[in-house]
């Protein structure tokens, strides 16, 4: 079938473009393909680079780190990964960091949601400017909120919990989630709605199963930079905990002692902090290259 004759006007003009095109791969030079390719191959490197640095500093002993710069372990040890996994003060850190960035996901969503629905499918007065309003939020530097949230939750009692954490966050993840979903559902016709309200769906019912597998991938995008803001926000996260919710990454910057930094811990722990958003972009990797194509990222 792919070689049959195109018959219209349209067919024929593709199958000249794509003709065109195969004969320009074919004439480009052989010298500039492998200059691309190497140039793609140093920028790669140059990514990967301090990666693979932090593995390998994880698996030396801190004498080996200090002493010569060395490509691979000499020493092979893994007494770092054991001291993360067998001290409280460790691994505690990476659950509280799990805890405060789940619980900000979950509420940004339920939130965003129903929002961005609404800014999507209806006109009111001033909904341009409170959308605006909201987006405004993300322009603003966490440490602008630092003072009355540290005042607030000390007040009421949040301090030092996983629920301070991810409230402070939601201030600029939901606006951040409602700006993503809102361009996925304004790319939604409005008929379907009003199709399913017609055969009698309710709008819980409708929104649940029809619209929200609808906008799959809008919703996976969100979940990726939610994750990506709470997960590596620093500020906000160590100064409104101390010890009960203290996240990983103020745990890192208390490793000096009277020895020095433990820079062994300290690159195992780093290894560490790198797997977790590796894991969340291997399960929604088909709906951020879909959202990136289709939304409004």
């Not at 201030?171 to 008929?191: H, Q, Y």
């Not at 409708?206 to 969100?222: A, R, Y």
């Amino acid at each position: 079938m792919s070689n049959s004759i195109p018959t219209t006007p349209e067919a024929v003009r593709k199958q000249a473009a794509a003709n065109n095109n195969r004969r320009r791969r074919q004439a480009r030079p052989v010298s500039r393909q492998w200059r691309r390719r190497g140039l793609m191959t140093a920028y790669i490197i140059f990514v990967l680079l301090p990666v693979y640095w932090l593995l390998n500093m994880s698996f030396q002993s801190n004498s080996e780190i200090l002493g010569s710069l060395t490509l691979w372990p000499q020493d092979f040890t893994l007494e770092h990964y054991a001291k993360i996994f067998s001290d409280s003060n460790w691994y505690m850190g990476y659950v509280n960091s799990i805890a405060y960035v789940l619980m900000n996901m979950l509420i940004s969503l339920a939130v965003a949601l129903p929002a961005a629905y609404a800014f999507s499918r209806y006109r009111f007065i001033g909904d341009k400017h409170l959308f605006f309003w909201l987006l405004t939020n993300l322009m603003a530097p966490p440490a602008v909120f630092l003072l009355p949230y540290f005042q607030l939750y000390y007040t009421v009692g949040l301090f030092d919990t996983h629920v301070a954490v991810a409230l402070a966050h939601c201030l600029f993840n939901i606006p951040l989630a409602i700006w993503i979903l809102e361009g996925f559902m304004s790319s939604v016709p409005k008929e379907i709605d009003e199709t399913a309200f017609i055969d009698g769906y309710s709008f819980p019912r409708f929104f649940v199963k029809i619209f929200i597998p609808m906008i799959s991938s809008g919703i996976g995008v969100t979940l990726f930079f939610l994750f990506m803001f709470s997960w590596v926000e620093l500020l906000l996260a160590s100064t409104l905990t101390s010890t009960g919710a203290q996240p990983i990454g103020s745990v890192m910057t208390q490793t000096k002692g009277a020895s020095g930094i433990d820079w062994g811990a300290l690159s195992a722990a780093g290894v560490l902090t790198i797997l977790p958003g590796i894991v969340v972009v291997y399960f929604v990797r088909n709906h951020i290259a879909k959202g990136f194509a289709l939304g409004r990222t």
